[in-house]
């Protein structure tokens, strides 16, 4: 993985920007073969999951969280310096949030989460701790 555009990825998904986020992760995904692939997947998920509960369509926002929790539920609390259980539990907060009231399904921006991620050359796979 390139940890330019792993960082990149990020950024976008904290700045909101889940269209952007989902094509810099998926680019990623594609070329990647090790563990890392399956996190970017949960990751790419995520982001579409947060994409769709934006633009009203609560449930395919439901059906992607629920896809990216069960791959995220596979990897530490910190993986690729990524908070992943403050993640999973935070798309777990969003996806419980949607309900349903007496006027269909809810969505509270609000809830929306952000990457917590910190630069550790130890935390991360050897080919995204050098430096770019």
Not at 42 to 49: C, T
Not at 50 to 61: D, E, F, M, P
Not at 104 to 125: N, R
Request: aromatic share 10%; with cysteine; glycine share 10%.
């Amino acid at each position: 993985m390139d940890r330019e555009q792993f960082e990149i990825g990020i950024a976008e998904f904290n700045e909101g920007r889940f269209f952007e986020c989902h094509d810099t992760f998926e680019a990623m995904w594609m070329e990647e073969r090790g563990e890392a692939r399956r996190f970017l997947q949960g990751l790419i998920q995520g982001a579409v999951g947060i994409l769709h509960a934006t633009r009203g369509n609560l449930a395919g926002a439901a059906s992607q969280l629920e896809k990216a929790l069960a791959k995220l539920v596979e990897y530490p609390e910190r993986y690729c310096g990524i908070d992943v259980d403050a993640l999973r539990t935070d798309l777990a907060a969003l996806r419980a949030s949607f309900g349903s009231g007496e006027g269909g399904l809810q969505f509270d921006p609000d809830l929306i989460p952000t990457i917590d991620y910190t630069h550790d050359p130890a935390a991360l796979p050897p080919d995204l701790s050098s430096e770019p």
